[in-house]
């Protein structure tokens, strides 16, 4: 059954209103008509229903709820990714990925090494593109919520928020002591909450040393991931894939 996310203000009694690109989605691609159902879910609540459509009106279409729906797609384990910015289409395959996996959260960090470079007025669009990605990928694997994209930061303003996570990782070819499985372990510790965690991978060039040192002093964790180099559109499935199956997430709770 397809599903489309919605926001609370659309949602009125028993009744759904889908605006936007939906609309085009749904009455010109998948061909619905009037009585045919729809799977919906408030992103702001994480709240699915099965609802029948009602009326298919120009910029609008119109939806009855008939029951809610149970769901448990969304995980307790509240992973942001701090990608540093890499070339070309990457960070849409970087979004699409951890969107799949479970992620919360990608924040596009411009680093020293950072070969791509977005030019301010362009920031925006690009935010928008990547959000619509993550949409569509939260609709493709059955999310309940619709994962961030945050707006471009910089390595301080990481070191800024670092204190407001239970852990942050940060991947990185130099270290040779501290494994994510030490890491990881120390995780297996917290019980009966949430746990947030941030990670942070560099772009193609890797992360300068000054700013790994940084991060260091204001409380992240540095981490080798093994002999092997991995391409920074790798590190960020390895390491949410790992964690989370090594929390429970995938593959079913411990």
């Not at 149970?70 to 979004?95: C, H, R, V, W, Y």
């Not at 510790?189 to 002093?217: R, S, T």
């Not at 590190?235 to 989370?244: C, D, G, K, Q, R």
């Amino acid at each position: 059954m397809p599903k489309f996310f919605v926001k609370n203000n659309q949602i009125k009694e028993d009744r759904i209103i889908i605006v936007g690109e939906d609309v085009n989605h749904i009455k010109n691609v998948l061909r619905l008509k009037v009585d045919d159902n729809i799977q919906i879910c408030n992103s702001d609540t994480a709240q699915n229903y099965t609802c029948g459509i009602s009326k298919l009106n120009d910029n609008s279409i119109e939806c009855i709820i008939f029951n809610e729906i149970e769901s448990n797609s969304e995980s307790d384990i509240d992973i942001t990714i701090f990608q540093g910015i890499p070339k070309a289409d990457k960070m849409e395959l970087i979004i699409q990925k951890c969107v799949e996996l479970g992620v919360n959260q990608i924040t596009p960090v411009e680093m020293k090494r950072c070969i791509a470079k977005i030019e301010d007025k362009a920031k925006n669009k690009k935010i928008e593109r990547w959000q619509k990605i993550s949409e569509v990928a939260a609709k493709q694997c059955g999310r309940d919520k619709l994962p961030k994209i945050n707006n471009v930061i910089n390595v301080k303003n990481i070191c800024n928020i670092i204190c407001e996570y239970d852990i942050v990782l940060l991947a990185y070819e130099n270290e040779e002591i501290n494994t994510l499985k030490n890491e990881i372990q120390k995780l297996k510790n917290i019980k009966n909450k949430e746990i947030k965690i941030g990670i942070i991978i560099g772009p193609e060039g890797g992360i300068e040393k000054e700013e790994v040192d940084l991060l260091k002093e204001s409380g992240a964790k540095v981490i080798t991931l093994g002999k092997r180099i991995l391409r920074t559109e790798t590190v960020a499935f390895v390491l949410a894939s790992i964690i989370m199956y090594e929390l429970g997430d995938l593959g079913g709770k411990l």
